[in-house]
């Protein structure tokens, strides 16, 4: 919950005088359902407080109107976290005996999808930002690409036959 807190706090932040008011109001029902969600122990719920956090972000993208929003992957992130964390929390509630160390190995993992997640994010930000500025080094990766894909075709076309005669009984 603290998490979904802290993305309140900090969309409200940066986003501007006309989107700060719904987005807090946004955001602060997303934190206080995802308490009472976690209170009742109930997963259902949780995601209706990751929609009301991703509103939130949208305000900021209606209203704002950025270009190429940069912080688009590390949301995108928070809220993987928010969600895993929370379906997490209400997993472990039951007073099943787990193996030891079972816990902190899906606490781990899940950190590891959200850097996975962050990093994938950036990626595709930073190659949109790449295709958007144009030019000849980007038309020549075009062309590479496709002919990349056009390979990739003709292998897997001389690959069936072959596979099809292996496959028959």
């Known amino acids: 919950m603290g998490l979904s807190v802290g993305v309140t706090v900090w969309l409200s932040a940066v986003a501007s005088t006309d989107a700060t008011p719904p987005v ?5 029902v997303a934190s206080i359902s995802l308490a009472a969600t976690l209170a009742v122990g ?3 719920p949780i995601v209706g407080a990751l929609a009301l956090l991703g509103a939130a972000y949208t305000i900021i993208l209606v209203i704002d109107e950025p ?7 590390i949301i995108g992130a928070a809220l993987l976290a928010i969600g895993e964390l929370g379906y997490l ?8 005996t787990e193996e030891a160390g079972a816990a902190t190995r899906r ?26 500025t144009g030019g000849i080094a980007i038309e ?6 496709a002919v990349g894909v056009v390979g990739l075709l ?16």
Request: proline letters at 4%; a positive charge; zero cysteines.
């Open 24 to 28: 807090v109001a946004l955001g602060a």
């Open 42 to 44: 109930r997963a259902e």
């Open 140 to 145: 020549a990766v075009g062309v590479a690409a």
């Open 67 to 73: 270009v190429l929003d940069g912080r688009s992957a």
């Open 89 to 96: 929390s209400v997993e472990l509630r039951p007073a099943v």
């Open 154 to 169: 003709v292998l897997a076309a001389r690959e069936a036959p072959a596979r099809a005669r292996r496959d028959r009984p």
């Open 107 to 132: 606490v781990a993992f899940v950190a590891m999808m959200t850097l996975i997640a962050l990093g994938v994010g950036s990626a595709m930000l930073a190659l949109v930002d790449l295709l958007r």
